[in-house]
C-alpha cells in the first residue's frame, strides 16, 4: 500500500509541477510585457470635441463601442487646465502624459490639438475622459 501511495504522488506531482511552472510563465510574462508607447500610436479617429460630447450624451454605447480604449485626436477649445489636466469644451478631460508639460502656450480658450486614450464617459460629471494624451497642436 506505500508503494501505490508512492505512485499516486508521483502521477499527481507530475501533473502538478508543469502547471506550477506554466502558471509562473504566464504571470511573469504579463507583468513584464512592454508598455503601449501611446506617442507613437497612430490615433484611430479624429474629431472634433463637441461632436465627442454630445456622442457620447445622446448615444453611450455606440460612442464606447466607437471609442473606448481606442486612440483618439481631438480637436477643441481650452476651457480649464491644472498641472496634468486639460479640459476641451467643458466636457472632455484629458490626462496628461508624464512626459507632457503645460506651458504659457496652454490657455483659457485658445484652440487645440489632443491625442489619447479614450477611457469612456463619466455619467456623474457628464465628462468624456482621455488619459495618456500629448498635445500635438496648440
Not at 499527481?12 to 509541477?17: A, D, G, S, T
Not at 510585457?33 to 506617442?39: A, G, V
Amino acid at each position: 500500500s506505500i508503494m501505490i501511495n508512492k505512485k499516486t504522488t508521483w502521477s499527481f506531482l507530475r501533473i502538478l509541477i508543469p502547471l506550477f511552472v506554466a502558471g509562473i510563465a504566464v504571470v511573469y510574462y504579463t507583468y513584464n510585457k512592454p508598455h503601449r508607447d501611446f506617442n507613437k500610436s497612430p490615433s484611430q479617429f479624429t474629431v472634433e470635441s463637441k461632436k465627442l460630447i454630445s456622442f457620447y450624451q445622446n448615444n453611450l454605447k455606440e460612442a464606447n463601442s466607437k471609442y473606448l480604449d481606442k486612440i483618439i485626436l481631438i480637436t477643441g477649445v481650452i476651457t480649464d487646465f491644472e498641472k496634468d489636466i486639460i479640459i476641451l469644451d467643458n466636457g472632455i478631460v484629458c490626462t496628461l502624459d508624464s512626459s507632457q508639460k503645460i506651458d504659457d502656450q496652454i490657455y483659457t480658450g485658445s484652440e487645440i490639438s489632443i491625442k489619447g486614450r479614450c477611457i469612456g464617459y463619466d455619467d456623474l460629471f457628464e465628462e468624456v475622459r482621455v488619459d495618456h494624451s500629448f498635445i500635438i497642436k496648440r
